[in-house]
Nanobody, 119 residues
Framework: QVQLVESGGGLVQAGGSLRLSCVASGRLFRINDMGWYRQAPGKQRELVAITSSAGTTNYADSVKGRFTISRDNAKNTVYLEMNTLTPEDTAVYYC?????????????WGQGTQVTVSS
């Protein structure tokens, strides 16, 4: 299996910035897409941003122009740079990755990291 470990969450004031990181580890795996999702209290988990192995990216409308997803394939790491944060960005942020371990597909989630934006 492939394990994902997130870091970088925390408490920040509105207008501030945070950078999340997620590292994938395991054996004999190849990652296709890596992305970030978030879940606020009482709400469903939603896509924030996603990047493919080819480097294409896609963002939720609510974060376009404020968040940037990037990826270091050599380090099996994906980042989420979050700027101009608002209280509406408060949520648990989850890293997700899919791909293959040898010939078998995998679909993994991290444990989540809390992001809290105070007004």
């Amino acid at each position: 299996q492939v394990q994902l470990v997130e870091s970088g969450g925390g408490l920040v004031q509105a207008g501030g910035s945070l950078r999340l990181s997620c590292v994938a580890s395991g054996r004999l795996f190849r990652i296709n897409d890596m992305g970030w999702y978030r879940q606020a209290p009482g709400k469903q988990r939603e896509l924030v941003a996603i990047t493919s192995s080819a480097g294409t990216t896609n963002y939720a409308d609510s974060v376009k122009g404020r968040f940037t997803i990037s990826r270091d394939n050599a380090k099996n790491t994906v980042y989420l740079e979050m700027n101009t944060l608002t209280p509406e960005d408060t949520a648990v942020y989850y890293c997700h990755a899919d791909g293959k371990v040898t010939l078998f597909p995998f679909d993994s989630w991290g444990q989540g990291t809390q992001v809290t934006v105070s007004s």
